[in-house]
């Protein structure tokens, strides 16, 4: 038989919502490692995870290796060439970091304007092609939805901050990055890669 302490019922019920709670953080944990949904870096308020990361990596990587296997044909020296993964990752958030640079920008510049100037600069209709579609799947393995989200949309952007912020100057844009990369604030949280104040390094 329970205590007879008068309060001994909201005291279990209220145990029993402690551990309901602490159990559906650690599952909640679980799942968001898990699944990859965890900051891989963050720059400033924005965050890229690291299975947007890793997306991105395979998409690189596999690039690599279709253009090792097609050139090697002619190009002896390239027939023993491996990838480096360490590397392609440094190379691959080093890009999405810019990115992240050039996004802020250019929302700051053209404002409300932004979702159709980069509507405008890509070819829907290529988008669209069958063909294109078996060309993305077999250079990149991306659907061609993921291939405009990682490619097409990224360089649409900086292509329009270079022509309404720089007038197509490639040295100012240049030297605009720079200066962002040496200012920003960037913390790079997977065990793998740094920011060493203007680039991601390997650790």
């Known amino acids: 038989m329970p205590p007879e302490d008068p309060n001994y019922h909201r005291k279990l019920l209220r145990f029993a919502a402690g551990v309901m709670v602490m159990v559906g ?15 891989a870096a963050i720059i400033g308020s924005r965050v890229v995870t690291a299975r947007t990361l890793n997306e991105a990596v395979g998409a690189v990587a596999h690039y690599y290796e279709q253009a090792l296997k097609t050139y090697s044909v002619t190009d002896t020296s390239l027939k023993d060439k491996q990838i480096s993964i360490p590397e392609v990752r ?14 802020r920008e250019l929302e700051a510049t053209v404002g409300n304007d932004l979702t159709r100037l980069v509507a405008a600069k890509i070819n829907t209709a290529e988008l669209q ?16 939805e993921r291939f405009r989200i990682f490619v097409l949309e990224p360089q649409a952007r900086e292509e329009i901050l270079q022509n309404t912020k720089f007038e197509a100057k490639a040295d100012e844009f240049k030297n605009w990055l720079t200066r962002t990369r040496k200012s920003a604030s960037v913390v790079i949280l997977v065990p793998d890669l740094a920011w060493d104040g203007e680039k991601v390094v390997l650790r």
């Open 25 to 39: 953080i650690a599952m909640g944990a679980y799942y968001t490692v898990h699944s990859g949904y965890y900051p």
């Open 90 to 103: 440094r190379l691959t958030l080093d890009k999405m970091i810019e990115n992240e640079f050039v996004s």
């Open 129 to 144: 092609d069958p063909e294109f579609g078996k060309a993305v799947a077999t250079l990149y393995g991306l659907t061609r």
